[in-house]
């Protein structure tokens, strides 16, 4: 584990930085009650059939598997998590005009929740906040949707009758061209890159750190378990997220005034 003198030159260098890019996995919200899907404790893990749940061709063609992730969606932990100490600490970056971006491939809302401006939040997976009909493109608060589950047990566009699911990138769905284009513009634009709570396995989005090496930025990374970029990053911090995220941030502003 790196000791307190590991920590201070990692807040020394971002102290050193003005524009601070963070790309956030779902290790950021296992503090919240989310539980992430690649841990020890992961959804994937502990269930591999999963994971044939959040492919969208699966999901298309069998109504079965609607109506399980309907069940899913209505019991999802996001509806009662709170953001923790991880979130705030991100926050209190963004506060500090230090944060040139925060890319997520959370779904969960909970970085907005803390307070980080919505405009410096880049959803690359999207947001279980929204249901998307998959015909005519119709978008509706989750809740709305939600609700029709007492009567419903696959609830359809009530525009077109298409089907709808919540509006995140499944297997077999690729990123939007505008949020990816968002996120690269980000990496593009930056003096270091934080990759937090992220395994930095699923692309398009793990080359974000290839771009950010290309362009000069300092490659940091918190994340329990190892990643194929420790090599070549500045820095890699094995750390419990919700303590060292907030401690370098608090260390690096304060030593930025």
Same mark, same amino acid.
């Given at each position: 584990?790196?000791?307190?003198?590991?920590?201070?030159?990692?807040?020394?260098?971002?102290?050193?930085?003005?524009?601070?890019?963070?790309?956030?996995?779902?290790?950021?919200?296992?503090?919240?009650? @989310?539980?992430?899907?690649? +841990?020890?404790?992961?959804?994937?893990?502990?269930?591999?059939?999963?994971?044939?749940?959040?492919? @969208?061709?699966?999901?298309?063609?069998?109504?079965?598997?609607?109506?399980?992730?309907?069940?899913?969606?209505?019991?999802?932990?996001?509806?009662?998590?709170?953001?923790?100490?991880?979130?705030?600490?991100?926050?209190?970056?963004?506060?500090?005009?230090?944060?040139?971006?925060?890319?997520?491939?959370?779904?969960?809302?909970?970085?907005?929740?803390?307070?980080?401006?919505?405009?410096?939040?880049?959803?690359?997976? +999207?947001?279980?906040?929204? @249901? @998307?009909?998959?015909?005519?493109?119709?978008?509706?608060?989750?809740?709305?949707?939600?609700?029709?589950?007492?009567?419903?047990?696959?609830?359809?566009?009530?525009?077109?009758?298409?089907?709808?699911?919540?509006?995140?990138?499944?297997?077999?769905?690729?990123?939007?061209?505008?949020?990816?284009?968002?996120?690269?513009?980000?990496?593009?634009?930056?003096?270091?890159?934080?990759?937090?709570?992220?395994?930095?396995?699923?692309?398009?989005?793990?080359?974000?750190?290839?771009?950010?090496?290309?362009?000069?930025?300092?490659?940091?990374?918190?994340?329990?378990?190892?990643?194929?970029?420790?090599?070549?990053?500045?820095?890699?911090?094995?750390?419990?997220?919700?303590?060292?995220?907030?401690?370098?941030?608090?260390?690096?502003?304060?030593?930025?005034?």
């Amino acid at each position: 584990m790196p000791s307190i003198s590991r920590h201070t030159e990692v807040a020394e260098l971002l102290a050193a930085t003005d524009r601070v890019t963070v790309l956030t996995g779902a290790g950021v919200s296992t503090d919240s009650g @989310i539980p992430d899907f690649r +841990g020890p404790q992961g959804v994937w893990t502990k269930n591999p059939g999963a994971a044939a749940m959040f492919d @969208i061709g699966t999901y298309l063609a069998d109504a079965d598997v609607r109506r399980e992730v309907w069940q899913m969606r209505r019991a999802h932990p996001a509806w009662t998590a709170r953001p923790n100490a991880a979130h705030h600490a991100l926050t209190e970056l963004d506060r500090a005009g230090r944060l040139r971006a925060l890319i997520t491939q959370n779904i969960d809302g909970l970085h907005q929740a803390a307070g980080t401006d919505p405009r410096r939040v880049i959803e690359v997976h +999207g947001t279980v906040h929204w @249901i @998307i009909c998959m015909t005519c493109g119709l978008r509706t608060p989750t809740p709305e949707v939600l609700a029709r589950l007492e009567e419903e047990s696959d609830p359809h566009c009530r525009e077109c009758g298409g089907i709808q699911k919540a509006d995140t990138i499944s297997f077999g769905q690729r990123l939007r061209s505008e949020v990816l284009e968002a996120a690269v513009q980000a990496t593009e634009d930056c003096d270091a890159f934080v990759a937090v709570g992220t395994s930095l396995t699923v692309h398009p989005v793990a080359g974000l750190c290839d771009l950010a090496l290309d362009h000069g930025a300092h490659l940091i990374i918190i994340n329990a378990e190892p990643t194929p970029y420790d090599d070549a990053a500045a820095a890699v911090l094995r750390d419990p997220i919700g303590e060292v995220l907030p401690e370098l941030v608090r260390g690096s502003v304060a030593q930025g005034r």
